[in-house]
């Protein structure tokens, strides 16, 4: 006698639980790849807009109003000519103390302190007073002890950044500034040109070259370097040149939002999502024709006729 042996067959659906898992997986993975590039665009833009809503402010307050900020903080930056030098990284300045008070309330009246935009890297960057975390992670900050952004013979501006946050660009790009660009500085209605000559890789206590100097308007950015190691500092210095009416359109220009890094990761990610979903749709195909075969092999057979015999 022989028996039939009954081969154990899966159950409709098993395939599609079975992929269920891994599409997650890589679904959590994409986001997770995906998130630097979606922080870091939505903090360009929100910096991008205070930018904006700076030089919007400016635009409809009263002239009269703004000349007497911008006047006020070059009487401070001729009281405080030797003012503290410090690596706004490394050193903090005593918050409390009354000296650093009333630089608080310097060019306080607006949304921010000053506006810096750098063309030849799309840049385009509110500032605000001091160099505190929380400062450097929404914009620019103005060195504490440096001259007001406010131009004047005599004066030494210096402005710093973060690069290589993982959440905004801020000034990653600093390092692509060349001699001969132009920096331009917006404070309250008045706009201003810098014209890059110098610029230098130097350890955090370096201070020297940011100190003011007779007869000349200086500005000078900082930001750490190399990337990601952040062991010196990336110093881009600049003197004040003529400006010329037509280019105070520079501040109305949008700062770039996409970073070349930015581009990889999101083809990266769409060849990715691209393979899962070629995947899922073979998975599919399979599992249907698994499960006609099994509905097939489960029809009953036809049973056949018999006759009668007389």
Known sequence: MSHAIDTPRKKPGSGRRRALLPALLVIIGLVVMLYPVVASQWNNH??????????????????????????????????????????????????????????????????????????????????????????????????YGSALPVGGEGNHTVITGHTGLTNATLWDDLINVKEGDAIYVSTYGERMKYEVHGIETVLPDETDSLRSVAGEDLLTLITCTPYGINTHRLLVHAHRVPMDPAEESVFKDSAKLMQWWMWLVVAFAALVLLALIWWLLRNARRNRAAAAAIAGDMTPAPTPRTTDQE
Do not use: C, F
Not at 105 to 112: D, E, M, N, P
């Open 46 to 143: 929100v910096q991008q807009e205070a930018a904006q809503r700076y030089e919007d402010l400016v635009q409809e307050t009263d002239p009269v109003y703004l000349n007497e900020q911008v006047e006020r903080a070059r009487a401070y930056n001729e009281a405080h000519t030797d003012g503290p030098i410090l690596d706004p990284w490394l050193a903090r300045v005593n918050e409390d103390n009354l000296d650093y008070q009333e630089y608080l309330k310097q060019l306080a009246g607006a949304s921010a302190m000053s506006h810096v935009a750098i063309p030849s890297i799309e840049s385009s960057l509110p500032v605000n007073h001091g160099t505190t975390d929380a400062v450097l992670q929404k914009g620019l900050g103005h060195l």
